[in-house]
């Protein structure tokens, strides 16, 4: 079987998904979707710790925490389906790349309420731990990478000038018709880059 890799670039409430393989050491995606990591998608449960911030602390702990749940529970079910379609197609899923965002370390629970910007942190937080346990349990190796570094890293390893690195990614998505927006171009180049290393 064929090796592939899942590129993530996360949201509030769901991620963009992009499956790709090498063919002759270029990339060709096989998979691209969104992927929901909230069962209903309205804003009390895709911005969880917003919601919290108006309840008090117990209601609000108790009320992330089944946000984090449900949302794990999504991840891994979203994984492994892509996992399956793929090993239909004849590929192996050899693991996923997951774009970061600053990387700013959370304090504990009653001081992320307490400051607007840690909230906003917490969010995006929450969703991507969700998928980093998601490959856990699906035994799957995670490649992390600061979003903002992604072309650095990625022309290095791929020994691309960047600029050539970005018209290629761009022109990947020719083949696919629309949507070919910056969460594909930048899921898909996370996962060749995970394809790579």
């Avoid at 449960?45 to 529970?73: C, D, L, N, W």
């Avoid at 937080?125 to 650095?152: I, N, Q």
């Avoid at 600029?163 to 996962?191: H, N, Y």
């Amino acid at each position: 079987m064929q090796q592939a890799a899942l590129g993530f670039r996360v949201h509030s409430g769901w991620t963009a998904l992009v499956a790709v393989t090498l063919e002759k050491k270029s990339p060709l995606v096989l998979i691209r979707r969104k992927l929901q990591l909230v069962k209903i998608f309205s804003y009390t449960f895709r911005q969880p710790y917003h919601t919290a911030e108006k309840m008090p602390i117990p209601e609000a702990a108790e009320f992330v925490r089944g946000v984090e749940s449900e949302s794990r529970e999504l991840a891994r079910n979203g994984i492994r389906e892509v996992q399956e379609e793929l090993a239909g197609l004849e590929y192996k899923l050899s693991g996923f790349s997951l774009l970061l965002a600053s990387g700013r370390e959370l304090p504990e629970f009653e001081k992320i309420l307490a400051s607007h910007a840690l909230i906003h942190t917490a969010d995006g937080e929450l969703f991507r731990d969700s998928l980093r346990r998601a490959a856990a349990r699906c035994k799957l190796p995670v490649t992390a990478v600061k979003e903002r570094d992604l072309l650095a890293v990625a022309s290095k390893s791929l020994r691309l000038k960047p600029e050539v690195l970005t018209c290629r990614i761009t022109d990947l998505g020719k083949s696919l018709g629309a949507p070919w927006t910056q969460d594909e171009k930048l899921s898909a180049l996370a996962a060749w880059l995970t394809l790579v290393q």
